[in-house]
Nanobody, 115 residues
Framework: VQLQASGGGLVQAGGSLRLSCVAS????????MGWYRQAPGKERELVAS???????EYADSVKGRFTISRDKLKRNVNLQMSSLKPEDTAVYYC??????????WGQGTQVTVSS
């Protein structure tokens, strides 16, 4: 299984970006799918995730600005980011997990928000 993340880029504060993560090689639905980010000098942190069933979890810092979505087969996950702030600048990673099978990470996509 491989996760391919895309959609990052450079945007001005207040702008929007949409990240996509596509899973290839999977013949099953993922239990958990979400997005993490890591800024320079900081630990990787959860941004948004489907945590099981249709439950979602968001970091407090992105609530009301970011929206996570996924396809019906639960193999692809997207992150719509709006009202971006300079502090959202980071490398964004998608993560997928299938219980009893494994945990997978995408390669990361850079998001840079200029002030």
């Amino acid at each position: 299984v491989q996760l391919q993340a895309s959609g990052g880029g450079l945007v001005q504060a207040g702008g929007s970006l949409r990240l996509s993560c596509v899973a290839s090689g999977a013949r099953f639905s993922f239990t958990v799918m979400g997005w993490y980010r890591q800024a320079p000098g900081k630990e990787r942190e959860l941004v948004a995730s489907f945590t099981g069933g249709d439950r979602t979890e968001y970091a407090d810092s992105v609530k009301g600005r970011f929206t996570i979505s996924r396809d019906k087969l639960k193999r692809n996950v997207n992150l719509q980011m709006s009202s971006l702030k300079p502090e959202d600048t980071a490398v964004y990673y998608c993560k997928a997990e299938k219980r009893w099978v494994g945990v997978y990470w995408g390669q990361g996509t850079q998001v840079t928000v200029s002030s």
